[in-house]
Structure formats: structure tokens, C-alpha cells
């Protein structure tokens, strides 16, 4: 069983920049996609980006623009969201999510159940 833990939320203005952190413990990510998905205020869930853990492929979704990078620390065992010019309408909670049955981070994208959740950390974004 993995554990996870998302970090890095915060408040900035419109065109700032954060990065999340998505920690796991209890296992390591390595057989793992991982996966961001957000959730803004009377929103429905939505895909942000994934990466397979040991492969370094990732996918993104269309809204992203090349704003976003997802990243892993091997050694941290950690899964970062780089989210730069951040938008009001990217405000959310984000979670990360994994799944080990699940390789290509595109095909993760479709799934709205997947095995593991963090409990999401609050992203806010003033104008």
C-alpha cells in the first residue's frame, strides 16, 4: 500500500508561479503512474497531467498550454507539479493519484477512480 501526500499549495496572483508536491510512503513510486487532478469550487474532478514514475513519460491535459511540468525526485520519492502563469480559473484543490495497473500517463487520464488519493492541497489565485 502507497500513502500519499500532496504540499506546495498556496495563494498567488495571476501570472505567479507554484509547485506541489505529491510525497509517497509506505512504497516507493516506482511501479507506479502518477497522476494531478484538480477541483475547483462546485466543479466536477478534472485531469491536470501524469507521469509513469519509472519511465518519464508524461501527458497533459489541453488546458495546461505548456504552463504546467510534471516531474519526479527518484530519491525523494516525490512527484512535483511546476504550475507557472497561473490563471484565476486554475484555482482548485489539487490531488495527486496513483495507480500501478495503469502505464501509459495518457490512458491515466481517463480514469476517474484510480487506487490511491492524497487528501489535495488548496491552489488560490488572486487578480
Known amino acids: 500500500q502507497v500513502q500519499l501526500v500532496e504540499s506546495g499549495g498556496g495563494s498567488v496572483q495571476t501570472g505567479g508561479s507554484l509547485r506541489l508536491s505529491c510525497a509517497a510512503s509506505?512504497?516507493?513510486?516506482?511501479?507506479?503512474?502518477v497522476g494531478w487532478f484538480r477541483q475547483a469550487p462546485g466543479k466536477e474532478r478534472e485531469f491536470v497531467a501524469a507521469?509513469?514514475?519509472?519511465?518519464?513519460?508524461?501527458y497533459y491535459a489541453d488546458f495546461v498550454e505548456g504552463r504546467y511540468t510534471i516531474s519526479r525526485d527518484n530519491a525523494k520519492n516525490t512527484v512535483y507539479l511546476q504550475m507557472n502563469n497561473l490563471k484565476p480559473e486554475d484555482a482548485a484543490v489539487y490531488y495527486c493519484?496513483?495507480?500501478?495497473?495503469?502505464?501509459?500517463?495518457?490512458?491515466?487520464?481517463?480514469?476517474?477512480?484510480?487506487?490511491?488519493w492524497g487528501q489535495g492541497t488548496l491552489v488560490t489565485v488572486s487578480s
Open positions: 493519484a496513483a495507480d500501478d495497473a495503469i502505464i501509459s500517463p495518457k490512458v491515466l487520464a481517463t480514469f476517474r477512480y484510480l487506487d490511491h
Open positions: 509506505g512504497q516507493t513510486f516506482s511501479s507506479y503512474t
Open positions: 507521469i509513469n514514475f519509472s519511465r518519464g513519460t508524461t
